[in-house]
């Protein structure tokens, strides 16, 4: 009797050990809230040509306020992680490859007071900056092919 009350003892253990292992994965997730939205009056986005070079034509800098803010609400309140520093590693390769963006946004033309980055990859991969290290920190859970092409649409960009 003693061996079948610790064996199921051990069994319930087990689960309740397996069931918490699932719900930290959970845990790591979050939805991305860029702050202070309300201040972001310019954004400017860098690509790369085919040849992997950034360029004159591959830059551009928004000035439209009304655009910076469409922008900025179709990427805000993604869901993110915080990476394996050698999958962000892997993932943030594409950056070299034409039909990748580094986006700033910036409350002034200089892009030198008060900013915030975003990578957005070819393949629908978005990685947002944490605030207080300056880092990029945060990946999207899932490629958002979406959202990136609603992006290229509202600013306007083919490169």
Do not use: H, W
Not at 63 to 91: F, G, L
Not at 114 to 128: H, R, S
Request: net charge positive; glycine share 6%; aromatic share 8%.
């Amino acid at each position: 009797m003693r061996l079948l009350k610790a064996s199921l003892l051990v069994i319930v253990l087990i689960i309740g050990l397996v069931g918490c292992g699932k719900g930290d994965s959970k845990a790591n997730t979050r939805e991305i809230i860029i702050p202070k939205t309300e201040f972001y009056q310019y954004l400017y986005i860098q690509s790369v040509n085919d040849k992997g070079v950034s360029t004159k034509e591959t830059n551009k800098l928004i000035q439209d306020p009304a655009v910076v803010q469409d922008y900025i609400r179709t990427v805000n309140r993604s869901v993110v992680m915080v990476p394996k520093s050698e999958k962000q590693a892997e993932v943030v390769k594409q950056l070299d490859k034409k039909g990748s963006y580094i986006v700033a946004l910036g409350d002034t033309k200089e892009m030198n007071k008060l900013t915030y980055k975003i990578y957005m990859l070819k393949d629908g991969t978005i990685f947002f900056q944490d605030t207080m290290k300056k880092e990029m920190m945060y990946m999207t859970v899932k490629k958002e092919p979406k959202k990136l092409e609603k992006a290229k649409e509202i600013l306007n960009i083919n490169f």
